[in-house]
């Protein structure tokens, strides 16, 4: 039994549409704010930038 490409080539792109259309479909049922951080609670790492030229002021961790 041989197989057509061109039947191949298009069934293909159906059933790739199909298997993310079910992937899409299932996300949406989820909750976005459930999703766990392993930063939480966390300190923050320390960091120093430097100013922006024509800025007198950069930014490091304790800023935030």
Known sequence: ???NIS?????????LLGILAVYF??????????LESVLINQK???FNLAPIEGSSKGL?????
């Not at 479909?25 to 459930?34: D, I, K, Y």
């Not at 490091?60 to 935030?64: G, M, R």
């Open 1 to 3: 039994m041989t197989i």
């Open 7 to 15: 039947r191949l080539a298009y069934y293909l792109p159906l059933v």
């Open 25 to 34: 479909a299932a996300g949406l049922g989820r909750n976005p704010a459930t």
């Open 44 to 46: 923050v790492p320390e």
């Open 60 to 64: 490091s961790n304790a800023d935030l």
